[in-house]
């Protein structure tokens, strides 16, 4: 499978990444990537930039080392639904991941878990939901993979969940579960690195051998066919001018 894009990425402006923006841009390009996102982690998480940051990047080029940036945020999914950055915001943002963190999501049940993933996915400014994997918050699969369907949101496999020297159980088997589903179901997903140095951009090396082993459909991965991130970008409301011009580029 041919990888054009990584749309989970964190620079040193989250505070516990180690790379520039251009360091990364340039490790996109290395690799053959054709779109990078850069997705700092919002303002709950600590050490990371705050909302002055998100404001500001009008600032930076979005055309690097021969790779198109796509900025934007990774939120903090609140138990209630809710994420960690205004509406004003996330609007202007090219693209945004709602993802599970300890404290701000507590260990809560099944149906709270779901409840509040299925909330974040029906929030018209959230593109893809980060690692639903995290064993740590458990999930109704079957309607996880429903509801990111209706709502047109990308289910994430991260590759670093995947690695064994990660800190999120049960990754493996929930990344197996999800696939099967969306697979059943048509719904499409994306590989993302999640990378927090830029040696680790556009690498998938614990996520392709899985998708392979799940006989996952290539033609269901946003990384092969980016139209289908073009797809879920347009049902959503974030209008940045840059993701304007790409859509518009990229129409159809």
């Not at 990774?74 to 993802?99: F, K, Q, R, T």
């Not at 990754?171 to 990378?195: F, G, H, Q, W």
């Amino acid at each position: 499978m041919k990888n054009l894009l990584d749309m989970h990425t964190h620079t040193v402006a989250s505070g516990h990444a180690y790379s520039t923006i251009q360091e990364m841009a340039a490790a996109a390009g290395a690799c053959g990537l054709e779109f990078l996102g850069i997705t700092e982690h919002a303002p709950k998480m600590p050490g990371t930039c705050q909302e002055i940051y998100f404001n500001n990047l009008k600032v930076v080029p979005r055309y690097l080392s021969g790779v198109r940036l796509l900025l934007g945020s990774e939120l903090n999914l609140i138990a209630d639904g809710s994420v960690d950055l205004p509406e004003s915001i996330l609007e202007v943002m090219d693209i945004n991941i709602a993802s599970m963190h300890w404290p701000f999501m507590p260990h809560i049940s099944e149906e709270e878990t779901t409840k509040a993933v299925i909330a974040a996915m029906e929030n018209p400014y959230v593109n893809i939901i980060g690692h639903p994997d995290d064993g740590r918050y458990p999930l109704d699969y079957e309607r996880v993979v429903k509801a990111a369907k209706e709502t047109h949101t990308l289910l994430e496999v991260n590759n670093n969940s995947l690695n064994p020297a990660g800190f999120r159980p049960n990754a493996r088997e929930n990344d197996r579960k999800m696939l099967e589903l969306c697979k059943l179901y048509e719904v499409p997903v994306i590989l993302d690195s999640d990378a927090h140095f830029s040696a680790a951009v556009g690498q998938l090396p614990y996520a392709l051998p899985l998708i392979e082993e799940v006989g996952f459909p290539e033609h269901l991965i946003a990384n092969a066919h980016p139209e289908l991130l073009w797809q879920c970008l347009r049902h959503k409301k974030n209008r940045s001018g840059f993701l304007k011009n790409v859509l518009d580029t990229n129409e159809g």
